[in-house]
Nanobody, 125 residues
Framework: QAQFVESGGGLVQPGGSLRLSCRAS?????MGWFRQAPGKEREKVSC????????YYADSVKGRFTISIDNSKNTVYLQMDSLKPEDTAVYYC?????????????????????WGQGTLVTVAS
C-alpha cells in the first residue's frame, strides 16, 4: 500500500516562502502535488516525471512554485515562493503510476492514484 509522508506546511505571510517535502514508500513514475481549499474544488498544482524530470505547473502557480524530485530518496519537493493568500489550502502529495503524458509538446500528469494525509499551508498577515 502506497504511503506518503508530507512535511513543511505552516503559516507564512504573503510574499513569503515554504518548502514542502514528501517521502514516498516506493518509487513512482511520476509524483506531484494537488491542493484543496475549503469550499473549493481540488486543484492539481504540479507534477514531475521521475524519468527525465519533465514538469507540469498549474497556471495559478507557474513562475512561483518549483517542483523537484530525488529518486534516491523517493522524495518530491515543492518550493513555494511569492505566496499569496489564495494559495492557502491543504496540500497533498500524490503519485501517478502511469508516468504522465506528453501532448502538443507539454507534459501532463494523469489522474493521481494515491496520496498522503496532506499538510496545511496558510498564507496570511
Amino acid at each position: 500500500q502506497a504511503q506518503f509522508v508530507e512535511s513543511g506546511g505552516g503559516l507564512v505571510q504573503p510574499g513569503g516562502s515554504l518548502r514542502l517535502s514528501c517521502r514516498a514508500s516506493g518509487f513512482y513514475s511520476a509524483m506531484g502535488w494537488f491542493r484543496q481549499a475549503p469550499g473549493k474544488e481540488r486543484e492539481k498544482v504540479s507534477c514531475i516525471s521521475s524519468f527525465g524530470g519533465s514538469t507540469y505547473y498549474a497556471d495559478s502557480v507557474k513562475g512561483r512554485f518549483t517542483i523537484s524530485i530525488d529518486n534516491s530518496k523517493n522524495t518530491v519537493y515543492l518550493q513555494m515562493d511569492s505566496l499569496k493568500p489564495e494559495d492557502t489550502a491543504v496540500y497533498y502529495c500524490a503519485s501517478d503510476p502511469t508516468g504522465g503524458t506528453f501532448y502538443s509538446g507539454s507534459y501532463f500528469c494523469n489522474d493521481f492514484a494515491a496520496w498522503g494525509q496532506g499538510t496545511l499551508v496558510t498564507v496570511a498577515s
